[in-house]
């Protein structure tokens, strides 16, 4: 294989690759078999450039020079084929980990966030909260509104959550009317800042839904607590006490 044929083959190896992520690029959202088809076009170009150097290089060599831009095209098909088929994962992933309502992360998620972040507080000893939040109210706003009503309203719970606690916590919909937040590195007794705030931002959503509020109940991770399935059971707790508690409120209130 002589030198100007080892130059040749460099440049027109280039061009075709450059001519396939130009087509790749164009096709960047289609299917694998529409890239397929728009890539193999290609192959064209392949037998223009062959019957090109037809009368400049032997038998053996333009054997060869076909060989390696075909081969140049197929990798970079393979790859953006592979490519395309990551981004679907990802976006089908993440779509699954999604509730379709409201946008948070979903039971699912929460479940391994809390696994992850129980492991790693325990192993360093750092503090780690849960917060189980319930909608009070929330079934009366469907039966007296109606379910689409009571969609709005865990909507706009569910803004008001995401905003005020911080973007390293997790806040997810655990089910129903009933959110849940996983925050490292943080205390019980610092998370009742956070809900100052959320107060302050329910004010502005209960003008707009009719009077919702919340009820919370706040887990400290201590030594006592040996899995993040007890964590659970003590927010849990917590939290039906604060509900009983405004219930009793809302009873005295009439």
């Given at each position: 294989m002589?030198?100007?044929?080892?130059q040749i083959l460099?440049q027109?190896r280039?061009?075709?690759?450059?001519l396939?992520?130009?087509?790749?690029?164009?096709?960047r959202?289609?299917?694998p078999?529409?890239?397929?088809l728009?890539v193999g076009?290609?192959?064209?170009?392949i037998?223009?450039?062959l019957r090109c150097r037809?009368?400049?290089f032997s038998?053996?060599?333009l054997?060869a020079l076909q060989?390696a831009?075909?081969a140049?095209?197929?990798?970079?098909l393979?790859?953006a084929?592979?490519?395309?088929?990551?981004?679907?994962?990802?976006?089908l992933l993440e779509?699954?980990?999604?509730?379709?309502?409201?946008?948070?992360l979903?039971r699912?998620?929460?479940?391994?966030?809390?696994n992850?972040?129980?492991?790693?507080a325990?192993?360093?000893?750092?503090?780690?909260?849960?917060?189980m939040f319930?909608?009070d109210?929330?079934?009366?706003?469907n039966?007296?509104l109606?379910?689409p009503a009571g969609?709005n309203?865990?909507?706009a719970?569910a803004?008001?959550?995401?905003?005020?606690?911080?973007?390293?916590d997790?806040v997810f919909r655990?089910?129903?009317?009933?959110?849940?937040?996983?925050c490292?590195?943080?205390?019980?007794?610092?998370?009742?800042?956070?809900?100052?705030?959320l107060?302050?931002r329910?004010?502005?959503?209960?003008g707009?839904i009719?009077?919702?509020?919340l009820?919370?109940g706040i887990?400290d991770?201590?030594?006592?607590?040996?899995?993040?399935?007890?964590?659970i059971?003590?927010a849990d707790?917590?939290l039906?006490?604060c509900?009983?508690?405004?219930?009793?409120r809302?009873?005295?209130?009439r």
């Open positions: 002589n030198v100007s044929f080892a460099k027109e280039e061009r075709v690759s450059r396939v992520a130009d087509c790749l690029e164009q096709q959202d289609a299917n078999e529409a890239t397929w728009a076009d290609l192959r064209q170009t037998e223009d450039v037809a009368e400049e038998k053996e060599e054997i060989s831009l075909h140049a095209l197929d990798a970079q393979r790859q084929v592979q490519q395309w088929y990551d981004r679907r994962f990802k976006a779509l699954a980990r999604h509730d379709p309502l409201t946008g948070l979903n699912a998620a929460f479940d391994a966030r809390l992850e972040e129980f492991l790693r325990r192993r360093h000893g750092r503090e780690l909260a849960l917060v319930d909608v109210g929330f079934k009366a706003v039966d007296r109606g379910h969609d309203v865990l909507i719970v803004r008001a959550l995401q905003s005020s606690f911080r973007q390293s997790g655990y089910g129903g009317d009933e959110f849940v937040a996983v490292p590195e943080t205390s019980g007794a610092a998370i009742e800042n956070v809900l100052q705030r107060q302050s329910l004010q502005t959503i209960e707009e009719g009077g919702i509020s009820s919370w887990a991770l201590t030594a006592e607590l040996n899995t993040a399935a007890q964590l059971t003590l707790e917590r039906y006490e509900k009983q508690r405004h219930h009793r809302r009873a005295t209130a």
